[in-house]
């Protein structure tokens, strides 16, 4: 287990479904938002419904932001994955859940993080709501070397017009088998429709939500 330099500081937001849970999805936040934004409360809300333990945590720069009330930069990738790997072996050894039973995730840049550590760990699955694939108006950037041979099955909720990666640039991209795609039509990042969409924001979540248990249920 790495040095835990962050895990005693950290405050966990729990959803737990009535029946004893399954197993734990621990759910990372974006870049610009904690893990109690409205996306946020709404996944792990609807999570709940596969049977398992929905698990949230902050990185230490959110904790700065929140502790300070000044806005912190995000750490180093280095400092974030220790942080998801350190939740991770919390989960095993305090919580006595084997990694078998356990799936990562987050939004954008949580999403990002959990897919780096996956296979480290050994965990059942890794689902990301809005990958990074790129960044913001520099889609010849693409961040995809890990993706190319990640093992861990992997579900990607992926808005179709995501400026981070949209379905006609990822589509172009050969990545590892592992990786399942489940897209939202005609909609951005935080899956908010475009003008010409039939459907709304809380449609397209309730649909991500769907995905997301469909997966979880197979794995566990």
Same mark, same amino acid.
């Given at each position: +287990?790495?040095?835990?330099?962050?895990?005693?500081?950290?405050?966990?937001?729990?959803?737990?479904?009535?029946?004893?849970?399954? =197993?734990?999805?621990?759910?990372? !936040?974006?870049?610009?938002?904690?893990?109690?934004?409205?996306? +946020?409360? #709404?996944?792990? &809300?609807?999570?709940?419904?596969?049977?398992? *333990?929905?698990?949230?945590? !902050?990185?230490?720069? +959110?904790?700065? #932001?929140?502790? #300070?009330?000044?806005?912190?930069?995000?750490?180093?990738?280095?400092?974030?994955?220790?942080?998801?790997?350190?939740?991770?072996?919390?989960?095993?050894?305090?919580? &006595?859940?084997?990694?078998?039973?356990?799936?990562?995730?987050?939004?954008?840049? =949580?999403?990002?993080?959990?897919? +780096?550590?996956? $296979?480290?760990?050994?965990?059942?699955g890794v689902i990301c709501l809005g990958y990074p694939f !790129?960044? /913001?108006?520099?889609?010849?950037?693409?961040?995809?070397? !890990?993706?190319?041979?990640?093992? #861990?099955?992997?579900?990607?909720?992926?808005?179709?017009?995501?400026?981070?990666?949209?379905?006609?640039?990822?589509?172009?991209?050969?990545?590892?088998?592992?990786?399942?795609?489940?897209?939202?039509?005609?909609? $951005?990042?935080?899956?908010?429709?475009? *003008?010409?969409? $039939?459907?709304?924001?809380?449609?397209?979540?309730?649909?991500?939500? &769907?995905?997301?248990?469909?997966?979880?249920?197979? /794995? /566990?």
């Open positions: +287990m790495l040095n835990p330099r962050y895990i005693a500081i950290k405050e966990f937001l729990v959803d737990s479904p009535e029946q004893d849970p399954k =197993g734990i999805f621990l759910l990372a !936040h974006g870049a610009g938002k904690g893990m109690a934004s409205p996306f +946020m409360n #709404t996944i792990a &809300r609807g999570v709940v419904a596969a049977g398992v *333990r929905v698990v949230r945590f !902050h990185f230490p720069y +959110m904790e700065d #932001t929140l502790r #300070t009330g000044k806005e912190s930069p995000a750490n180093q990738r280095r400092i974030l994955k220790q942080c998801f790997s350190e939740v991770i072996m919390h989960c095993i050894e305090k919580e &006595r859940c084997p990694s078998k039973y356990i799936i990562i995730g987050g939004k954008t840049m =949580g999403a990002r993080i959990a897919s +780096m550590v996956a $296979d480290a760990h050994k965990v059942a !790129h960044p /913001l108006k520099r889609p010849k950037h693409f961040r995809i070397k !890990h993706l190319k041979t990640i093992q #861990t099955p992997t579900l990607i909720c992926q808005g179709e017009r995501d400026p981070f990666g949209t379905r006609e640039e990822v589509q172009k991209r050969i990545l590892s088998k592992s990786i399942k795609f489940h897209w939202l039509a005609k909609c $951005d990042n935080n899956f908010k429709p475009g *003008r010409r969409s $039939d459907r709304t924001q809380d449609e397209n979540l309730e649909d991500a939500i &769907r995905a997301c248990n469909r997966f979880i249920k197979r /794995l /566990l």
